[in-house]
């Protein structure tokens, strides 16, 4: 995502700059402006130094998150001020992340900050997603009600993901294994036989042949295939680092068998539910969308939600779009199409993401039983190849001695 480099006013006055992420230059400025900034100029910094890089290690995990909202809910449903249940939780929670964050959300709070502007500065560590909510709480008098429809919304996509994950992670183990044997077999095994069979000479058979020229080829270049794992890591990152080459990926990956169907189910729900919540806090449709468009993860998908925004903009449905995009099902956009006439679009996605939940829920047993015997299958065909390239010849070298 693109990094624009600001300077503004906030509220009081006060000349402020910095650095924001955004898809454009005008939903940078939206950004801002929601957040009280008054930009006098903006421009967007180029560079691979200004990609955006997650280490991984600022972010709050999303247990340790879940267990947070709910606490700040109680809490905050018993009277307790909300700087002073904010101190609370940083004392309680076991995560050295969530502590650390929220000891500096308190001191930006007895500065006099919202929570919600106090949360968006702590570098990504809560989701877009929760900042925009709180906000929307903060402005409705509700943030203990929103703090609990947040917890509960975490834990229905966190259950979504570990299905989807739990899917994937059976045919990669089982990839990652047989690569695993396959090397151990090609530098230690294989040439141990080939220094034997040379000794007995005569005609090998091809399979063994081959197997035994891999056995060469990979002991004296194995460091090839090191380089080439890592020029496959360094270009999926810069691939997913462009929107255009990452739109084809996302593609691609909705396009697989079997898995295709699965994530698009999985984003579907995920991104029905995110709306649903958006829309029942009380957030403007268009800020919801925006919102979506930047935490869904999947350019497809993104990319016909942002024709849903023109579309609104310009006072038709925010369906139109959807009908006539193949990744989105008739019933996804039947349903919205009449969530908007009667006034219960928030209501309806929620009905959405509840079916399209269930449905990853099916499809990840589904695919389990399918791949299973396949996986197995596979990982016999190459193990039982090579040691098959191995065993023909042997017996031959033993009728030979007979």
């Given at each position: 995502m693109p990094v624009f480099q600001y300077q503004g006013r906030n509220k009081t006055g006060k000349r402020?700059?910095?650095?924001?992420?955004?898809?454009?230059?005008?939903?940078?400025?939206?950004?801002?402006?929601?957040?009280?900034?008054?930009?006098?100029?903006?421009?967007?910094?180029?560079?691979?130094?200004?990609?955006?890089?997650?280490l991984g290690g600022k972010k709050v995990k999303n247990k340790d998150f879940i267990i947070y909202?709910?606490?700040?809910?109680?809490?905050?449903?018993?009277?307790?001020?909300?700087?002073?249940?904010?101190?609370?939780?940083?004392?309680?929670?076991?995560?050295?992340?969530?502590?650390?964050?929220?000891?500096?959300?308190?001191?930006?709070?007895?500065?006099?900050?919202?929570?919600?502007?106090?949360?968006e500065e702590q570098n990504g560590a809560f989701p877009p997603l929760f900042t925009n909510m709180v906000r929307a709480g903060e402005a409705g008098g509700n943030l203990d009600e929103i703090l609990e429809r947040m917890a509960v919304y975490f834990e229905k996509q966190y259950r979504t993901r570990q299905k989807v994950k739990s899917a994937?992670?059976?045919?990669?183990?089982?990839?990652?294994?047989?690569?695993?044997?396959?090397?151990?077999?090609?530098?230690?095994?294989?040439?141990?036989?080939?220094?034997?069979?040379?000794?007995?000479?005569?005609?090998?058979?091809?399979?063994?042949?081959?197997?035994?020229?891999?056995?060469?080829?990979?002991?004296?270049?194995?460091?090839?295939?090191?380089?080439?794992?890592?020029?496959?890591?360094?270009?999926?990152?810069?691939?997913?680092?462009?929107?255009?080459?990452?739109?084809?990926?996302?593609?691609?990956l909705l396009k697989l068998p079997l898995f295709g169907s699965l994530l698009q189910k999985a984003q579907i729900a995920r991104m029905t539910r995110t709306l649903s919540s958006l829309f029942s806090s009380s957030v403007p449709i268009l800020q919801s969308i925006m919102i979506v468009e930047r935490i869904l993860g999947n350019?497809?998908?993104?990319?016909?939600?942002?024709?849903?925004?023109?579309?609104?903009?310009?006072?038709?449905?925010?369906?139109?779009?959807?009908?006539?995009?193949w990744a989105f099902p008739p019933m996804v956009t039947q349903m919205i199409a009449i969530g908007e006439k009667s006034g219960t679009l928030d209501s309806m996605l929620d009905r959405v993401a509840d079916f399209y939940?269930?449905?990853?829920?099916?499809?990840?047993?589904?695919?389990?039983?399918?791949?299973?015997?396949?996986?197995?299958?596979?990982?016999?065909?190459?193990?039982?190849?090579?040691?098959?390239?191995?065993a023909v010849p042997m017996f031959s070298i033993f009728e030979t001695i007979n």
């Open positions: 402020k700059s910095g650095k924001v992420m955004a898809e454009n230059r005008k939903e940078a400025v939206l950004r801002l402006r929601e957040s009280g900034v008054s930009v006098i100029s903006i421009n967007e910094l180029n560079g691979i130094l200004y990609k955006e890089i997650s909202l709910r606490q700040f809910s109680t809490l905050l449903k018993a009277g307790v001020p909300i700087v002073e249940a904010t101190k609370i939780l940083a004392q309680q929670t076991s995560s050295k992340v969530l502590k650390k964050t929220l000891a500096a959300v308190v001191q930006n709070l007895e500065e006099g900050k919202p929570y919600s502007d106090a949360a994937m992670m059976y045919p990669a183990t089982v990839g990652i294994i047989s690569i695993v044997i396959v090397i151990f077999l090609l530098s230690t095994v294989v040439p141990a036989f080939a220094g034997m069979f040379a000794t007995f000479g005569g005609e090998l058979p091809l399979i063994t042949r081959i197997v035994m020229s891999l056995g060469s080829f990979f002991g004296s270049y194995w460091w090839v295939f090191l380089l080439l794992a890592i020029a496959v890591y360094i270009g999926v990152y810069l691939l997913i680092s462009n929107r255009k080459t990452k739109y084809f990926l996302d593609y691609v350019e497809v998908l993104s990319k016909v939600l942002r024709e849903a925004r023109t579309s609104i903009e310009k006072g038709q449905s925010m369906a139109v779009p959807m009908e006539i995009h939940e269930m449905e990853v829920d099916n499809s990840t047993d589904q695919i389990k039983s399918l791949i299973e015997p396949m996986m197995i299958v596979f990982l016999a065909f190459v193990v039982g190849g090579i040691v098959g390239a191995i």
